[in-house]
């Protein structure tokens, strides 16, 4: 027959197993307290990456198109980006308290135009700095050798597309920088130019449409005629009906 229990021993059972609840409790409160203090230890927003992802610093609005070289990118380098990157374009950019300017490794007029001019042209798509000015500015440098004329002519079936892709461009920055160019070739290969100008003039009709383009087009329009002769006159009025010749 088992034994009854006094009420000492009952009260003391009690008091130990309320004691080890307590402890076990506390523990239990110990440990949550400590995972929830390590997962936020841990948490990506805390570290200083994601601090500066959630609050950009003032100095990231003041060139918002400049590219990082230090960042990591979200897409592939274009083809222009990469060749510039690894020294494919004799000239590097000099940064001035005033403007910027292109610094040479050797004289321009030394340099093949082939396939360095298709490059630089190349380039007037993209829409970051240092690749923007390297390419307008490199593009315009060349140009201006003595016989750029006779080097730039056998590379037009070439050229032009590459032209024609810039002024189809949807960034406006990019289509001003190529129609630029455009005036640019033509003021150097003349009539030259005349047999691939209609490949370009659909292009230059659809963004008429914009007001803002209105004058810069004109004007472009008008240095063609100018430089193409009477031949490039008809072939502008074929495409754009509305054009006024500079000899009207």
Request: hydrophobic residues 30%; aromatic residues 4%; glycine residues 8%.
């Amino acid at each position: 027959m088992q034994k009854p229990e006094c009420h000492g021993d009952v009260q003391l059972r009690n008091r130990v197993t309320g004691n080890c609840d307590q402890r076990a409790s506390s523990g239990a409160q110990i440990k949550q307290r400590t995972t929830v203090q390590r997962s936020k230890s841990s948490s990506p927003a805390s570290s200083p990456e994601s601090a500066g992802k959630l609050h950009p610093r003032p100095s990231d609005k003041l060139n918002p198109k400049t590219i990082n070289p230090f960042g990591e990118q979200s897409r592939a380098p274009s083809a222009f980006a990469a060749i510039y990157s690894k020294g494919g374009i004799p000239c590097r950019l000099v940064h001035g308290s005033v403007k910027h300017r292109l610094q040479w490794e050797c004289p321009p007029g030394s340099l093949p135009f082939d396939p360095l001019l298709i490059t630089l042209a190349e380039g007037l798509r993209e829409t970051k700095h240092p690749y923007t000015f390297v390419s307008k500015e490199g593009f315009r440098e060349l140009l201006l050798v003595q016989g750029a004329s006779e080097k730039a002519v056998p590379l037009l079936p070439r050229l032009i597309p590459v032209l024609k892709a810039t002024l189809v461009h949807s960034d406006d920055e990019v289509f001003e920088r190529g129609l630029n160019a455009l005036v640019q070739l033509s003021g150097i290969v003349g009539p030259s130019l005349n047999d691939h100008l209609k490949h370009l003039l659909t292009s230059l009709s659809k963004r008429l449409r914009d007001k803002k383009f209105k004058e810069p087009i004109t004007s472009a329009l008008q240095k063609l005629e100018q430089h193409g002769g009477s031949g490039s006159l008809v072939i502008i009025k074929s495409k754009i009906p509305t054009y006024c010749s500079v000899c009207c």
